[in-house]
């Protein structure tokens, strides 16, 4: 099993430390969930629909059951307690029963002493399917049958809307939607569905602990969500189901739904024995929900000297097949749609939609990034049409501490994007590099397409801003335990999930600078020990477990110094403040806030475009980003680059593709991410503006560079070309003008 206690190191709040995990990934001797094992272990295989859409005629399982080595095989049947789960609504089966609603859901489980025994038997699973007309397109899907005619939102608080397939329909109304200005501009952009792409499928193993209960150690983001999601179709008490954290091989959002968890504990409860199971990439496409495409109606009001008057926009979303995290998403894409501007009227309306497209779901930057990308163009043709620079633009119309948001909502504490637009305006831009050079630094790169002839270079500006933390009256908290021992040491508990992004770092950091030493050893991520430390997700860890290991750390030495001595074991529960849900009728905040806090970015971005051949290449990235206070600097500028990166892959090559509902693309051969080679140089300044209300006064800063960096991105794009190009990821034939834009 890999859930280790992690050793003791240097480092307080606010100095720059080295990652613990750096050396062994780089070295290949970091421990997976992949790479768990235990005695007696089977392997487990799931069986996947090839249907978007088919009711499920017949199941026949015999042929499987016989077949050497195969120690179980099982449906919807074997399923002891509740049939479907879900982040928000239990809307998913655990093994479809009726019909499956998009290509890849699972339909049955094989256990068998190897796995490609197991591959085998679920092969000779034999299924009957009536195949069903398949509802992809998202404008369409409003009109078609409902693909959950008990829809599971019905009765949460959102908005009523009759039309079949909405998962949630708000509308945010500010000031008078129809107020005029001296100029408007008008624009219809698209974003397409966008993988989280980590390198670390789905894995992990069940064991059973022989008094019917199950330990699971798998590569998440929320331990407790997910033994709270699992346990109930286990038949199960919560804790007889203990979610233990395995290696985690990136995340971005795709781990906070389920994949393999109810599926490897059934197989292990079944059989007796532990079960491993472990995605491979073609699987891992189907296996986790995916960024949600978008498309977006927008219209930009200003005055003559470019005064926002009045924004407009309708966003539509795709969710595919289940809810997941729809309903937030669509959320904070209408929070967010006007980007971190003050305007006085706004109309914004967001649609959520179930299709039988692949299910989507969290994943950074979470609704903002297609919004952003929609709004910052926007801006930029409102900024053309005034004859305006595009940065003092965008500093005119700057948020500030006391403006109002369109949801009503006053900003309070640290808001300083003016401070980050005049700061990544500053950073020198890099000067255009000769002809000829070297074919890698040349739009196409390694592929030696060009030498040049017809590359045209384009500089592009974006800002973007999103929410800190879980918003609209969720009871967010995080839990952490400290065990001071009587030699000076401590333990710290805390299942705060590591996923890459460096929160184990942080809380090393806060205990010791709390307690005063080094010798603090953060214990393994469980349920088993500790509270729920929520998410990995909404750039909230950082603020919450800085927040509850603060808390314990001061409680526990309290409570050493009252007893006189001694072993001291404390555990405390961090919040942020009160959040209230929005109007569902209006858009408005019904408290004093619907969100905890904000964080921005500015990027400016250079980038070459073949226009003869439609390649690009980004050269070069200057941002500025809003962190509060940075805990960790370095860990900080990796997140930076790291999102930045993936922001640019949304701009110019990440996309699934589907074919009425199928991934046709499930590959890191035909699915295409940034590479070393594709990533420019990024230089990044921090904008430390404390949060009064956040432990330290840092901000997560996880989603804002990935927010931000598509809109810059396609902005240099649009510079070098001269074209629209509305719709991410931009297209050869768009650049060259063989398609529409």
């Not at 790291?642 to 499930?666: C, H, K, S």
């Amino acid at each position: 099993m890999s859930a280790t206690a992690t050793t003791p190191g240097v480092g307080r709040v606010g100095d720059s430390v080295p990652r613990l995990d750096g050396p062994p990934k780089v070295k290949g001797e970091f421990a997976y969930a992949s790479d768990l094992q235990a005695a007696g272990m089977l392997w487990g295989h799931t069986l996947r629909s090839p249907h978007p859409h088919a009711r499920i005629v017949e199941i026949d399982v015999s042929a499987a059951l016989t077949m050497s080595g195969v120690h179980a095989v099982l449906t919807h049947d074997d399923v002891p307690g509740q049939k479907t789960y879900g982040l928000e609504f239990a809307d998913q089966p655990v093994l479809a029963h009726d019909r499956v609603r998009y290509f890849g859901e699972a339909v049955a489980l094989v256990a068998a002493e190897h796995p490609e025994q197991a591959r085998r038997a679920a092969e000779a699973i034999r299924v009957v399917y009536e195949e069903l007309p398949v509802v992809s397109d998202m404008e369409r899907a409003t009109e078609m049958e409902p693909l959950h005619p008990e829809r599971p939102t019905m009765g949460h608080g959102y908005r009523d809307d009759p039309r079949p397939n909405v998962v949630r329909h708000m509308v945010i109304r500010h000031g008078d939607p129809d107020a005029q200005g001296d100029v408007s501009v008008t624009g219809v952009y698209e974003v397409g569905i966008q993988d989280q792409a980590f390198l670390g499928p789905e894995s992990g193993l069940a064991v059973p602990d022989g008094e019917g209960g199950v330990d699971i150690y798998v590569a998440t983001q929320w331990l407790h969500v997910d033994r709270d999601q699992v346990a109930p179709c286990l038949g199960l008490d919560p804790e007889q189901v203990r979610i233990h954290l395995a290696g985690v091989g990136g995340a971005f959002g795709g781990r906070e739904d389920l994949s393999m968890q109810i599926h490897g504990a059934l197989l292990a409860l079944h059989t007796s024995r532990p079960v491993k199971i472990v995605y491979n990439r073609e699987e891992s496409f189907v296996g986790h929900i995916h960024r949600h495409p978008a498309r977006m109606w927008c219209e930009h009001r200003a005055t003559r000297d470019g005064r926002l008057v009045n924004v407009r926009m309708r966003i539509l979303l795709d969710g595919g097949a289940y809810a997941s995290s729809s309903t937030a998403v669509a959320s904070n894409a209408a929070s967010f749609a006007v980007g971190p501007y003050r305007v006085d009227n706004a109309l914004i309306e967001a649609t959520a939609v179930y299709t039988n497209n692949p299910p989507c779901g969290a994943m950074r930057g979470f609704g903002a990034v297609q919004t952003c990308f929609a709004a910052e163009a926007q801006m930029d043709l409102l900024a053309a049409e005034l004859g305006i620079d595009p940065v003092d633009l965008r500093l005119l119309n700057a948020l500030a501490p006391g403006d109002v948001l369109p949801t009503g909502q006053v900003v309070e504490g640290s808001c300083p994007v003016a401070e980050t637009i005049r700061a990544a305006a500053a950073i020198p831009v890099p000067p255009a590099e000769e002809l000829p050079r070297d074919p890698i630094r040349l739009p196409g790169g390694a592929g030696n397409t060009t030498r040049g002839e017809g590359v045209r270079r384009g500089v592009g500006f974006a800002v973007g801003f999103k929410n800190i933390c879980y918003s609209e009256g969720f009871d967010d908290s995080c839990a952490a335990r400290v065990v001071l021992r009587a030699d000076g040491s401590a333990e710290v508990h805390c299942a705060a999930a590591e996923v890459g992004q460096g929160v184990t770092g942080v809380i090393l950091q806060v205990a010791r600078t709390e307690l005063g030493t080094d010798a603090v050893t953060l214990m393994p991520h469980t349920t088993s020990t500790v509270g729920s430390a929520g998410s990995a997700s909404a750039s909230r860890m950082t603020w919450m477990a800085a927040g509850a290991v603060r808390d314990a750390c001061r409680a526990a030495l309290e409570q050493r110094e009252r007893s006189g001595g001694g072993e001291v074991d404390v555990e405390r529960v961090h919040r942020h403040p009160r959040t209230t849900p929005l109007d569902p009728e209006s858009g408005q905040v019904t408290g004093e806030r619907a969100h905890v806090a904000f964080a921005c970015a500015a990027m400016r971005v250079v980038a070459e475009v073949d226009v003869e051949l439609g390649l690009t290449r980004v050269v070069w990235v200057g941002t500025a980003q809003d962190v509060g206070r940075a805990i960790n600097p370095i860990a900080l500028e990796g997140q930076i680059e790291g999102g930045t990166a993936q922001g640019i892959g949304l701009a110019l090559m990440e996309e699934i593709q589907t074919r009425d509902g199928r991934i046709t693309n499930a590959s890191f051969t035909d699915y295409l991410i940034p590479t070393a080679l594709d990533m420019p140089p990024v230089e990044s300044v921090l904008v430390e503006v404390p949060e009064p209300a956040a432990p330290y006064g840092a901000k997560g800063v996880g989603e804002p560079p990935t927010v931000v960096s598509t809109a810059a991105v396609a902005a240099a794009l649009r510079a070098a070309t001269g074209k629209p190009l509305r719709r991410v990821p931009v297209r050869p034939d768009e650049i060259v003008g063989l398609a529409l834009s």
